[in-house]
């Protein structure tokens, strides 16, 4: 492998991801994701359903049930997307214009 003066490694280290996720945020950001590729009542549908699937995250502890303010389920499906979606939005905000400088 040849290494250029342009090439840049990063690494990240993300603790608790999942239960860090804010819901608000990331669904507005999904939505104007959305919104560059279809029109606006499909978004508008898809964001409804997502906000219905991300707002069902309940846990019991100690004989008590808690529904938290942020956070995504670990097991649900939808998740993994969510995390992946936060991440590439924070490369983007601030990490994309580190790799694409020439210094």
Do not use: C, W
């Not at 819901?23 to 994701?33: A, N, P, R, S």
């Not at 219905?52 to 100690?62: D, E, G, K, T």
């Not at 529904?67 to 097991?75: F, I, L, N, S, T």
């Amino acid at each position: 492998m040849t290494i250029h003066d342009k090439h840049r490694v990063i690494t990240f280290d993300i603790k608790d991801l999942y239960v860090n996720i804010p819901l608000k945020e990331i669904i507005d950001i999904t939505k104007t994701q959305l919104l560059k590729s279809n029109n606006t009542q499909t978004t508008n549908q898809i964001i409804n359903l997502l906000e219905v699937i991300l707002r069902q995250n309940y846990f019991a502890f100690q004989e008590q049930i808690y529904q938290p303010d942020k956070g995504v389920a670990m097991g649900s499906p939808f998740s993994g997307i969510m995390a992946e979606i936060s991440i590439q939005h924070l490369e983007d905000s601030f990490i994309k214009h580190l790799l694409n400088s020439k210094t």
